[in-house]
């Protein structure tokens, strides 16, 4: 019997097996026949279409901010990748499965059902904060502080843990998405230039920045003119990119510091220590780490493989079914 834990992302999902580690990672994308409602591609293949589809395909993002915004195609493709990971002829996995924290009890019952759809025998519900730091090594069993920045998709969790569990967090919807939103919407402002998600994702990775930067980078952008509706081509530079992401990375900032200031104070001391761990695919962000060690002068460091932590954690947490909270 196989044991499978699932990193339910946004952007991502990411499977790992017991006895096998991380086997998938595709984005979390679903292209479906708007007439029929029929389920044409999962992952990859589905994101090669976002943006790109005729008329009656929909290439869709069934997770919202963490959580499922349809449920139908949430588990059309969460039954695909769950195939796809372990074959079809094991029945009935037991499966852990990673939300925000501070979601819902009707959001937390959809994800359970999501999976238990796919029939497996048994669902484990855990918080990615908590299964981040597990998969960056992070000992959380013990009575002592660790605070970590869990950077996704659709949301930000921020937590600080000690004896196994989360003493307090916050969930923040400010995440890898939202800077994608800004740089669309800093470029048809200022540039009056239409571009989509896949270029402005493009963007963030090649010269985005939240933190002065001094390289000069600059890279050109295709997209459509917004006056005329032609292609038209034009240059962006890293300090345009850096306004135009600094007002939602303050707000991350902001909701650190909320978090820190409601931490007991011996916790707090741990925290000066041992400095704030970063994951989650926004945590490779250029800038992030130095905007937040200067804004909360304690040290940040980043995990060593940020985008596959929860995973790990899941694989770590498989293995020490006492350490979850269900």
């Known amino acids: 019997m196989k044991d499978i834990g699932i990193d339910l992302g946004t952007a991502n999902v990411v499977i790992y097996v017991k006895g096998q580690g991380i086997v998938l990672n595709e984005p979390s994308v679903v292209a479906i026949d708007s007439d029929t409602k029929k389920v044409l591609a999962v992952g990859n293949e589905a994101n090669e279409m976002l943006g790109r589809t005729p008329g009656k395909i929909k290439a869709i993002r069934p997770m919202k901010d963490g959580v499922i915004a349809d449920f139908d195609i949430t588990g059309a493709m969460l039954d695909h990748f769950i195939k796809k990971a372990i074959g079809k002829r094991i029945l009935k996995p037991r499966i852990l499965i990673c939300c925000p924290s501070n979601i819902t009890q009707v959001e937390k019952t959809a994800i359970v059902e999501a999976a238990e759809h796919t029939g497996a025998r048994k669902v484990f519900l855990e918080e990615e904060p908590k299964v981040a730091a597990v998969g960056a090594g992070l000992d959380i069993a013990k009575p002592s502080g660790n605070m970590v920045i869990d950077i996704g998709g659709g949301t930000t969790d921020i937590a600080i843990l000690s004896l196994g569990g989360i003493v307090n967090s916050e969930s923040i919807r400010i995440a890898g998405n939202t800077f994608d939103n800004d740089i669309v919407k800093y470029i048809k402002d200022k540039h009056k230039i239409i571009i989509g998600d896949r270029t402005a994702e493009q963007i963030k990775k090649e010269i985005g ?56 104070p011996e916790l707090s001391a741990d925290i000066v220590d041992k400095g704030i761990i970063l994951t989650g695919g926004g945590a490779l962000l250029e800038g992030i780490p130095q905007l937040l060690k200067e804004e909360l002068q304690v040290p940040v460091f980043v995990a060593d493989s940020p985008l596959t932590c929860v995973a790990e954690g899941t694989g770590v947490l498989l293995n020490h079914l006492e350490l979850l909270d269900n």
Request: charged share 35%.
């Open 209 to 264: 920045t939240v933190y002065d930067s001094s390289k000069e980078e600059t890279m050109e952008v295709k997209g459509r003119d917004a006056v005329s509706g032609l292609p038209r081509t034009i240059t962006v530079t890293q300090e345009e990119i850096e306004s135009a992401l600094k007002e939602d990375a303050m707000k991350l900032v902001r909701a650190t510091k909320s978090v820190l200031e409601q931490t007991p």
